[in-house]
C-alpha cells in the first residue's frame, strides 16, 4: 500500500517542473491527482503518464489569480474524486526582474498576483473540503530568495512573494491546526526546471549584488537538485510520516543558502 493511498491531491502549477514531478510522486504512492495548470497540453501528457504508470490523474484548467477559476478547479476535483486531502499552492513565475526604479506596476502586479493572491486563493478555496474530510496537508512552493538569500538582482518582487507565502503559512498553520490541517512550505533553492527560461531580467547587472562563490559550492551536489527531490520532501509533509509537522518551511537546496 503507498504512503497516499486512498488521497486526493490537487496540484496548481501541475503540468511541468516540481508540481510534475510531485503529481507523478503522489500518484506512485496511491493519492489521485487533479493537476490544476494552464498549460493543457503538458498537463494531458502528464496525466498520460501517471495513467501508464497505473495511477489516476485529471487536469482542469486554471488561472490560480482568478478567483472562479480557483473555485470552479477545486470543485472539479472533489466531484470527480470524491473529497480532498492534500492541496499543494505550487503554481507561479518569476515574473520581471529589474532595477526596482525600472520594475513597472503592473509586472510587480502579476508577480504578486500568480504567487501570492494565487497561493491565497487555492487554499481559500480548498479548506472548507479538507475540513469536511476532518484534516489534511497543505503545501506551498516558496523559495529560498526571500526568506534566507537577497542576492538575486532586480528579484524584489518575486521575493516579496515567496516572503508572503512564509508568512502566510505560519497564519493559517495556527488558525487550521484545531481542524487537524497542517500547513508546510518548501522553499528550493535551484532546482532543474524551465522556469528560468520564462524570466525577463532588465539591466540587473548594474544592481551589482549577485553573490558568486570562487570555488564553488560546497553544498550538497553543488546545491543543485532536480524535481524529485522537491517531490520527496512534499511526499513527506504530505503522508503520515510527517502528522506532527506545521508551520515550518523546508529547504530543498542541499543547504547551498547557507552560505549565502
Given amino acids: 500500500m503507498g504512503m497516499l493511498e486512498g488521497k486526493v491531491a490537487f496540484i496548481t502549477g501541475g503540468a511541468s517542473g516540481i508540481g510534475a514531478g510531485t503529481a507523478r510522486r503522489f500518484a506512485q504512492e496511491g493519492a489521485r491527482v487533479m493537476i490544476a495548470d494552464v498549460q493543457a497540453e503538458e498537463g494531458?501528457?502528464?496525466?498520460?503518464?501517471?495513467?501508464?504508470?497505473?495511477?489516476?490523474?485529471?487536469?482542469?484548467?486554471?488561472?490560480?489569480?482568478?478567483?472562479?477559476?480557483?473555485?470552479?478547479?477545486?470543485?472539479a476535483t472533489v466531484s470527480r474524486?470524491?473529497?480532498?486531502?492534500?492541496?499543494?499552492?505550487?503554481?507561479?513565475?518569476?515574473?520581471?526582474?529589474?532595477?526596482?526604479?525600472?520594475l513597472q506596476p503592473g509586472e510587480w502586479d502579476r508577480t504578486l498576483d500568480i504567487n501570492l493572491r494565487g497561493t491565497y486563493l487555492t487554499v481559500h478555496f480548498a479548506v472548507p473540503h479538507l475540513k469536511a474530510r476532518g484534516g489534511g496537508s497543505i503545501l506551498i512552493t516558496s523559495s529560498v530568495n526571500g526568506t534566507r538569500t537577497f542576492s538575486s538582482p532586480g528579484a524584489s518582487a518575486y521575493s516579496t512573494s515567496k516572503a508572503g507565502q512564509v508568512a502566510f503559512m505560519?497564519?493559517?498553520?495556527?488558525?487550521?491546526?484545531?481542524?487537524?490541517?497542517?500547513?508546510?512550505?518548501?522553499?528550493?533553492?535551484l532546482i532543474h526546471t524551465h522556469i528560468g527560461e520564462r524570466t525577463e531580467q532588465r539591466h540587473t547587472e548594474e544592481i551589482g549584488i549577485e553573490v558568486e562563490l570562487p570555488q564553488g559550492s560546497p553544498a550538497l551536489r553543488g546545491?543543485?537538485?532536480?524535481?524529485?527531490?522537491?517531490?520527496?520532501?512534499?511526499?513527506?509533509?504530505?503522508?503520515?510520516l510527517g502528522r506532527h509537522v506545521s508551520g515550518v518551511e523546508v529547504y530543498v537546496d542541499g543547504g547551498a543558502s547557507l552560505l549565502r
Fill in 223 to 240: 546545491g543543485e537538485g532536480d524535481p524529485v527531490d522537491v517531490a520527496d520532501t512534499c511526499l513527506f509533509l504530505a503522508s503520515d
Fill in 170 to 189: 505560519k497564519m493559517i498553520a495556527l488558525e487550521l491546526g484545531r481542524h487537524q490541517i497542517r500547513c508546510n512550505a518548501v522553499c528550493p533553492g
Fill in 44 to 75: 494531458a501528457r502528464v496525466c498520460d503518464e501517471i495513467a501508464r504508470a497505473g495511477g489516476e490523474a485529471g487536469y482542469v484548467d486554471c488561472n490560480v489569480s482568478d478567483p472562479e477559476a480557483v473555485r470552479a478547479a477545486v470543485a
Fill in 81 to 102: 474524486f470524491g473529497g480532498l486531502d492534500i492541496v499543494f499552492a505550487n503554481a507561479g513565475i518569476n515574473g520581471v526582474w529589474a532595477p526596482i526604479d525600472e
